[in-house]
């Protein structure tokens, strides 16, 4: 294998080691890290999004993190357009592109491409909210279907970001959702990456979450959340789905204690790293699992 002319990409649940992983297989090939975590890019919210430190970017270069305000949404097909840049650039450095994150939809788009949508209008998104929010999420999805039967079993009935997005896209375009991701094209060629995820057990990996919100309240988060609360952002802002926000900010309204608090994120923490497992079994089951504790074996795996 040439390592050369590949692009490594590492995902996981939150907290499984993978900023850890790629710090030392960039050491290791030559590397420079591009973020691929859709809440790491936010300027703000350093601490609740557990951002790779100043002494592991002076270390490794370091791509895409904290470049983008709170005050800004921040989609997939932004992502994309900035990654490819950057892959493009730390090749001609004659480096080798480390992609790593979480964020299951930005991996999607980078190797199976990414479909330009119109942009719905405003006026358009703001009414269809309107309309969600009014009558609930299982009406809403019942309009959908209706409009729109190709989400059935492609969009659970629960997700309302997913669903609201392909009322959306239906309503404006005339088209399924589904119909435009039908003339997606690749940016990359599937044997140029090297897909990594990292697979801990389920009790070690709650384990490191539980010491993960620990950690996150030792290094600031309050004050962090104090200052974001300032900005007084709507609430369909993207950055409010940081996990942490909500429930420190009840703790600041004395709506509950502290420990009521972290023992909410660490649950939210818990169910969010359950989705993020259901995803990979659906979509990166073609992915190389590793258990990090082996990390020696699995460099000189991927270096072979």
Not at 11 to 36: C, D, H, M, Q
Not at 60 to 83: A, C, M, P, Q
Not at 256 to 266: E, H
Request: with cysteine.
């Amino acid at each position: 294998m040439d390592i050369k002319s590949k692009i490594v990409l590492i995902s996981g649940p939150t907290a499984s080691g993978k900023s850890k992983f790629a710090l030392k297989l960039a050491k290791k090939i030559n590397g420079e890290i591009v973020n691929a975590d859709s809440m790491q890019v936010y300027k703000q919210l350093k601490i609740l999004t557990a951002r790779p430190t100043i002494k592991d970017t002076k270390e490794i270069k370091h791509h895409l993190y904290g470049f983008v305000n709170v005050t800004k949404n921040f989609s997939t097909g932004e992502w994309l357009k900035l990654s490819k840049k950057k892959i493009e650039e730390i090749r001609k450095r004659k480096k080798i592109p480390i992609i790593v994150g979480g964020t299951g939809l930005y991996f999607k788009a980078l190797t199976e491409g990414f479909v330009q949508i119109p942009n719905v209008p405003m006026r358009i998104r703001s009414k269809i909210r309107k309309l969600q929010n009014k009558i609930g999420q299982d009406k809403f999805y019942s309009k959908l279907q209706k409009i729109d039967s190709l989400v059935k079993n492609k969009i659970e009935k629960n997700d309302s970001q997913r669903s609201i997005r392909a009322y959306e896209i239906k309503y404006y375009t005339k088209k399924s959702l589904f119909k435009w991701f039908q003339n997606t094209k690749k940016s990359f060629i599937d044997t140029e990456f090297i897909k990594i995820y990292i697979d801990h057990p389920k009790e070690d990996l709650i384990k490191k979450a539980n010491l993960r919100v620990s950690k996150m309240f030792k290094n600031g988060a309050i004050a962090e959340v104090r200052k974001f609360n300032r900005l007084k952002l709507k609430k369909q802002n993207s950055a409010k789905k940081v996990i942490g926000i909500e429930e420190i900010t009840d703790y600041l309204n004395n709506k509950c204690d502290l420990r009521a608090a972290k023992d909410l994120i660490s649950i939210k923490t818990r169910q969010y790293i359950k989705r993020q497992f259901t995803w990979a079994r659906g979509q990166m089951a073609n992915w190389t699992y590793i258990d990090p504790k082996i990390t020696s074996l699995t460099l000189k795996k991927i270096l072979r």
